[in-house]
């Protein structure tokens, strides 16, 4: 007589698991063709026909972009704008509706608060990492996490427990001048993104 094993998950694990499953399909691996090579990162969709938000030093001054979406669809990206803060918006043109995040508010965050990061390390795609907010630099207007960012993630979202992207992540410090995560990310405040995406429709 067989036994069925019963998986029993912690409340926390469900709340990990349910964001990624509802926000992986939004989430989109980026290859841009470079002089000097190709340049990898993540994005977010923000709209289902097609407006990703990534970082724009993944894209640089590249002319030939290549958007993978989660099932494996590849489509060539236009970008349409670029600002500052190390932030770009693409756009494509799928074959279908896309799934979007959803953007919260990065006012609301607090230093201890539970964050998640979806993103692409070294060619992983739809890796899923845990961690908190470890700081807020308000100087430079920064999250500090310790959620694993690695090459890669730039561009990808910072996600409360909600599934809510509250953060773009941008970069990792590492004084030792090794490539690898040590536990401090940066990303910079969905709020900044907002502002940025608000006024490129604006002008449109």
Same mark, same amino acid.
């Given at each position: 007589?067989?036994?069925?094993?019963?998986?029993?998950?912690?409340?926390?694990?469900?709340?990990?698991?349910?964001?990624?499953?509802?926000?992986?399909?939004?989430?989109?691996?980026?290859?841009?063709?470079?002089?000097?090579?190709?340049?990898?990162?993540?994005?977010?969709?923000?709209?289902?026909?097609?407006?990703?938000?990534?970082?724009?030093?993944?894209?640089?001054? =590249?002319?030939?972009?290549?958007?993978?979406?989660?099932?494996?669809?590849?489509?060539?990206?236009?970008?349409?704008?670029?600002?500052?803060?190390?932030?770009?918006?693409?756009?494509?043109?799928?074959?279908?509706?896309?799934?979007?995040?959803?953007?919260?508010? =990065?006012?609301?965050?607090?230093?201890?608060?539970?964050?998640?990061?979806?993103?692409?390390?070294?060619?992983?795609?739809?890796?899923?990492?845990?961690?908190?907010?470890?700081?807020?630099?308000?100087?430079?207007?920064?999250?500090?996490?310790?959620?694993?960012?690695?090459?890669?993630?730039?561009?990808?979202?910072?996600?409360?427990?909600?599934?809510?992207?509250?953060?773009?992540?941008?970069?990792?410090?590492?004084?030792?001048?090794?490539?690898?995560?040590?536990?401090?990310?940066?990303?910079?405040?969905?709020?900044?993104?907002?502002?940025?995406?608000?006024?490129?429709?604006?002008?449109?």
């Amino acid at each position: 007589m067989s036994t069925l094993s019963v998986i029993a998950f912690e409340a926390d694990e469900k709340i990990n698991m349910n964001v990624y499953e509802r926000i992986n399909p939004a989430i989109v691996s980026i290859d841009a063709q470079l002089s000097d090579g190709v340049s990898a990162g993540t994005g977010c969709v923000v709209s289902k026909d097609g407006l990703i938000l990534t970082g724009a030093h993944v894209i640089d001054d =590249s002319k030939d972009i290549d958007v993978t979406t989660y099932n494996g669809q590849i489509y060539k990206a236009k970008l349409l704008a670029r600002m500052n803060r190390d932030l770009a918006l693409l756009k494509i043109e799928p074959k279908t509706p896309l799934e979007t995040v959803q953007f919260g508010n =990065s006012e609301n965050i607090r230093v201890g608060q539970k964050v998640l990061a979806i993103g692409n390390p070294f060619g992983f795609t739809g890796t899923l990492t845990q961690g908190i907010v470890s700081r807020i630099d308000y100087n430079k207007n920064r999250i500090q996490t310790d959620a694993a960012i690695n090459p890669g993630c730039s561009g990808g979202p910072l996600l409360n427990s909600s599934g809510e992207v509250i953060g773009i992540n941008q970069s990792i410090y590492n004084p030792d001048h090794n490539i690898s995560n040590i536990g401090i990310g940066f990303a910079i405040p969905i709020n900044d993104a907002k502002k940025f995406i608000s006024s490129i429709n604006f002008k449109k």
